[in-house]
Each structure stands twice: as C-alpha cells, then as structure tokens.
C-alpha cells in the first residue's frame, strides 16, 4: 500500500530533498507518495516538518500516523495544541558532523588566541604568549545529548579537560559529567570555555543569568549554538562590559535574523555566526526520515521521539 507523505517543511526545502528522500524511501522499502501539498489531510499518513513550514493547525491531519521534524530543536512545534500526534524530532549524523566541526573550531580559535594574530597589522612582532596545552585547558559543556556528547568526546580526543552537564546522571568515557544545580554549578566554576548545547525548554530558558554568568571563571568564553533564549542577553552584555566574560561566540538568538540594531552586532567581544552552526543534511536526514517511515508501518518504536512533557 502506499504511503502518503506531505512535505510540509517549506517549498525552499524541497528541491533538497525531494531525491534523497525519494532515494531513501525506496532502500528502506516504503513505498511512498510524497507531495507538497495535500488536498485530503486525512489521507496523509506522516508529515515531513520544519519551522516557517506549511503548518500550523495539525487537527486536519487527523490520520497522520507522525510528524518528523528536519529540525534537532523543536521549541517551536512541541507545545502545538493541535499536535495530538507522536513527534520524532532530527538526529542525524551530517548535522552532528557539523557541529562537533563548529564547537571545535571556535573552541580552538579561543584556546590559541587566534584572533591576537588575524587582528594584527601593526608591523609589530608580537610578544609570545605560550598558551596552555588542551590537557590544561578546561571546557564545559551544558546538554550532553546527541550534540553535546560528540562535541565533547572530539574535544577530550584533542585532549581538552572536558565537564559535562545534563538533566539526568550520564557517564561518558573521558568526559567529567556533572547533573543537576550542583553539577551545573561545578562545570560552570570549571569552564574557561563554556559551550551551550542545551534545547530551548521551561527548564532551560535564561539559564545563563547574571547569577550563573558570575559563577564562570573570570575571562571565561562563551560559545553558543545551542539557542539564543538559553542566554539573558542584558546580561551577558553586562558580563561582557565588565571584562568578566572575555568573548562570546553566538550563533543562536531570542529574534532571527538578529536586528540589525541589537547591540551584539556591535560589540568588540562578541562574535556573531548566523545559525549556521549545524544544518541538517538532506542525503543524512532523508534515511532517518525514512528509516522512522519504515518504522510506523511496520509497527516498531519511532527513532527520537519527542517527550512533550520535558519538551525536548
Ligand atoms: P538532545 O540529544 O535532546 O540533548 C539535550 C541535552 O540537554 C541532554 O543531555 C539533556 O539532558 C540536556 N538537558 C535538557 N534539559 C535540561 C535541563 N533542564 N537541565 C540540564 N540538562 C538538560 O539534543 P541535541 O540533539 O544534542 O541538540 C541540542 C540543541 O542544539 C537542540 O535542541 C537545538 O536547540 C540546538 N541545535 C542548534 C543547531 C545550530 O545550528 N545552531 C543545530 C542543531 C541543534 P539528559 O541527557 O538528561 O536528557
């Protein structure tokens, strides 16, 4: 029988993925119609999402059978009223690659005082700051899931003295792993580099507040491409002001694309990325997209499923 498919992630998305998933569907043996629009909701058996996609209002859709998100983050869907239908949210290996690429990249740039160097045209031969090794330089984490863990075994791997922290008790080879108020607090005195890998939740939103940016080693550096809300931005501002954050690389925010007038723009010790930090890779997220497809119809448990009440 065949499967109805609506790909209501976005028409800009579809020139993407309309062969990988095409592709995918078929290696996983689905066989599948998909389409960008729908005239009968309920004959649509799965919906492909993103956000700015073509829904908004799920009720119509009475039985699809799941929505699988193109998207790791689903902030923005979770709490959807009319989603009465499981929601599978994007882990896929391309996305993760390219983040464990960003996470490192930036924590290197900070770790070996990079942009001393990119910013000198003085003609003056620098003095020589001998950094510290990885091995003396401690990096925190905050969210040790899918991203967090990858960033975090590929920053141990180069030997950064890494500090975890997640909502439940983990355990990761190499990695120092901390769960809840007093972990947060130990990995945050500990970081010299914090990285923010956390899903925009009740429970996480403005998690870094003047109290817990206070607590970060004076100096310390931020990197952020985890979401912009995780981050009171007055205060970081404040925090960045005084000297007590050094630099922060941010990649995430309460409004995308960032206001041309927001002072980060602006401000000498922030650098902004425009959420490039990870994208989801069609050739990669196609097969998960069709590995969850095979899943429903043959009856066996979808591949992340989001928990509404956590909301991630
Ligand atoms: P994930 O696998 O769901 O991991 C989330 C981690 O955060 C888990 O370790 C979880 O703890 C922890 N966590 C959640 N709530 C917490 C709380 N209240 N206190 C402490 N820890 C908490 O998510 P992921 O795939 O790694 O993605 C993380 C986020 O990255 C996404 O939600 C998205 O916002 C962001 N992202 C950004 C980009 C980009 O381009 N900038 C791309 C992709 C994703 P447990 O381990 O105990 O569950």
């Given amino acids: 029988m065949t499967v109805h498919v609506l790909f209501a992630a976005g028409e800009a998305l579809w020139p993407d993925y309309r062969v990988p998933l095409a592709e995918a569907l078929a290696e996983a043996g689905v066989e599948a119609a998909i389409t960008l629009a729908a005239p ?36 923005r869907i979770v709490g959807n ?59 925190g984490i905050l969210g040790m899931g899918e991203l967090g863990r990858a960033a975090a075994r590929a ?4 030997n950064f003295r890494v500090l975890g922290w997640s909502r439940s008790p983990r ?32 429970g996480t939103a403005n998690i870094l507040d003047a109290t817990r ?47 041309p007038d927001h002072p980060f723009w602006a401000h000498p010790a922030v650098t902004v990325t425009p959420h490039v930090a990870a994208d989801t890779r069609p050739a990669t997220a196609a097969r998960v997209v069709a590995e969850n497809i095979r899943r429903g119809e043959a009856g066996e448990p979808l591949l992340h499923l989001v928990d509404r009440a956590r909301g991630y």
């Fill in 40 to 75: 009968d909701p309920a004959a649509v058996d799965y919906i492909i999402y993103a956000p700015g996609g073509t829904i908004a209002d799920f009720t119509p859709y009475r039985n699809c059978k799941a929505v699988l998100s193109l998207w790791a983050g689903v902030e």
């Fill in 155 to 158: 920053l141990a791997a180069l």
């Fill in 213 to 259: 940016l206070a607590r970060l080693p004076r100096g310390a550096r931020i990197i952020n491409p985890g979401r912009g809300a995780l981050i009171d931005d007055a205060a970081l501002i404040a925090a960045l002001d005084s000297g007590r954050i050094a630099h922060a690389t941010l990649d995430v925010f309460r409004t995308e694309p960032l206001p």
């Fill in 171 to 202: 355990a990761v080879d190499g990695i120092d792993c901390h769960c809840g108020p007093d972990g947060l607090d130990t990995v945050l005195s500990g970081a010299e580099i914090l990285v923010t890998l956390l899903p925009l939740t009740a």
């Fill in 81 to 139: 009223p009319t989603l009465t239908m499981p929601l599978a949210r994007m882990v896929d290996p391309g996305l993760t690659e390219g983040m464990v690429e960003y996470v490192t990249g930036h924590v290197l740039r900070y770790h070996l005082g990079i942009d001393r160097h990119v910013a000198n045209r003085s003609g003056a031969w620098l003095h020589h700051l001998m950094p510290p090794l990885a091995r003396e330089r401690r990096v």
